[in-house]
């Protein structure tokens, strides 16, 4: 239990008559980095307002290292560094300025402490220069900084690689690993970009109309079971045909889309596979394969229709 970092209890929001946050249940745990996913409107940014305090809950609770964050706030939230869409500088101030400044507002925070965060998130040689002359990659790691000076146990970073460019995002990747195996720290992220969050993180959780519909180990779309299994596309005619012989002659089922099939099965039998078609003199035009991802996994949950 004391590895728990964070813990929603029947967490629900209702604005009106109309429930938007259904019941929320799960826990997050130390060093870990935890993906929140879902489609637009889903609740992520209205649950990651309710996990700081900028919006009420309607319903149950939120315990931050076992402080109640309805009946002990200031403990409670003594625990989070948090980003909630863009971090916002001083421009016309240096990034050393900055982080002093916000430092001031805390008590107990030294100067050696400013100077850790800034090595931890890379930004040693910028640091004297403006803000306003940083790249948005900068931004974000100077933003990252700031709700790390307190040392907090969670940090929560909402769209983090929102706008970056790919070395942006690989950039904030690598420190957000970092921060989870070097300091300790629960990294929770909500993200609409699902190939990052299988790279970025440990576990995930899918949101879909305010209910928390799957969490899963990330590990579990490459498990050993699934890790050969492959969605195949073969360009066929007749495509009747095509499909009966995977039926009978393969035990797969198959759907088709004009004139693709689709289907999944282990690599190596995909050369089984043809030469059986070519043996019902079924013509194969094209074939292609692909693992199967996160995206597909979260598309299967939540249907594919629902991204606005």
Same mark, same amino acid.
């Given at each position: 239990?004391?590895?728990?970092? =964070?813990?929603?209890?029947?967490?629900?929001?209702?604005?009106?008559?109309?429930?938007?946050?259904?019941? /929320?249940? +799960?826990?997050?745990?130390?060093?870990?980095?935890?993906?929140?996913?879902?489609?637009?409107?889903?609740?992520?940014?209205?649950?990651?307002?309710?996990?700081?305090?900028? =919006?009420?809950?309607?319903?149950?609770?939120?315990?931050?290292?076992?402080?109640?964050?309805? %009946?002990?706030?200031?403990?409670?939230?003594?625990?989070?560094?948090?980003?909630?869409?863009?971090?916002?500088?001083?421009?016309?101030?240096?990034?050393?300025? *900055?982080?002093? %400044?916000?430092?001031?507002?805390?008590?107990?925070?030294?100067?050696?402490?400013?100077?850790?965060?800034?090595?931890?998130?890379?930004?040693?040689?910028?640091?004297?220069?403006?803000? !306003?002359?940083?790249?948005?990659? =900068?931004?974000?790691?100077? !933003?990252?900084?700031?709700? /790390?000076?307190?040392?907090?146990?969670?940090?929560?970073?909402?769209?983090?690689?929102?706008?970056?460019?790919?070395?942006?995002?690989?950039?904030?990747?690598?420190?957000?690993?970092?921060?989870?195996?070097?300091? *300790?720290?629960?990294?929770?992220?909500?993200?609409? &970009?699902?190939?990052?969050?299988?790279?970025?993180?440990?576990?995930?959780?899918?949101?879909? *109309?305010?209910?928390?519909?799957?969490?899963?180990?990330?590990?579990?779309?490459?498990?050993?079971?699934?890790?050969?299994?492959?969605?195949?596309?073969?360009?066929?005619?007749?495509?009747?045909?095509?499909?009966?012989? &995977?039926?009978?002659? %393969?035990?797969?089922?198959?759907?088709?889309?004009?004139?693709?099939?689709? +289907?999944?099965?282990?690599?190596?039998?995909?050369?089984?596979?043809?030469?059986?078609?070519?043996? %019902?003199?079924?013509?194969?035009?094209?074939?292609?394969?692909?693992?199967?991802?996160?995206?597909?996994?979260?598309?299967?949950?939540? !249907?594919?229709?629902?991204?606005?």
């Amino acid at each position: 239990m004391s590895n728990v970092a =964070m813990e929603l209890q029947d967490v629900r929001k209702s604005i009106g008559k109309k429930e938007i946050i259904k019941g /929320l249940t +799960f826990s997050i745990y130390k060093g870990e980095v935890f993906g929140f996913i879902g489609p637009n409107g889903a609740g992520k940014t209205t649950t990651i307002r309710m996990m700081v305090g900028l =919006m009420e809950l309607s319903h149950g609770d939120v315990l931050i290292l076992g402080n109640s964050i309805k %009946h002990d706030f200031k403990n409670a939230i003594r625990e989070v560094g948090a980003i909630v869409e863009n971090p916002e500088m001083y421009p016309f101030m240096t990034g050393w300025q *900055n982080l002093m %400044h916000y430092a001031r507002m805390i008590p107990g925070i030294s100067k050696e402490r400013v100077q850790e965060v800034i090595k931890l998130v890379g930004l040693e040689k910028p640091i004297k220069e403006k803000v !306003g002359k940083y790249s948005l990659g =900068m931004r974000q790691r100077l !933003g990252i900084a700031q709700a /790390l000076l307190h040392s907090p146990s969670i940090l929560i970073l909402d769209e983090p690689t929102n706008g970056l460019d790919p070395a942006g995002i690989r950039e904030i990747r690598q420190y957000i690993r970092r921060l989870a195996a070097e300091e *300790n720290v629960a990294v929770i992220i909500s993200s609409h &970009l699902l190939s990052e969050i299988e790279l970025m993180c440990d576990r995930i959780g899918i949101i879909k *109309n305010g209910e928390l519909i799957a969490t899963q180990t990330v590990q579990d779309t490459n498990t050993a079971e699934t890790q050969d299994i492959i969605q195949v596309q073969m360009q066929v005619s007749p495509m009747k045909q095509a499909v009966d012989v &995977l039926k009978t002659d %393969h035990a797969l089922e198959a759907k088709s889309e004009g004139e693709t099939l689709l +289907f999944q099965t282990e690599k190596e039998k995909i050369p089984e596979i043809v030469r059986s078609f070519v043996q %019902h003199e079924i013509a194969v035009y094209q074939v292609n394969s692909s693992k199967s991802s996160l995206e597909d996994k979260f598309f299967d949950l939540i !249907g594919e229709n629902t991204i606005e």
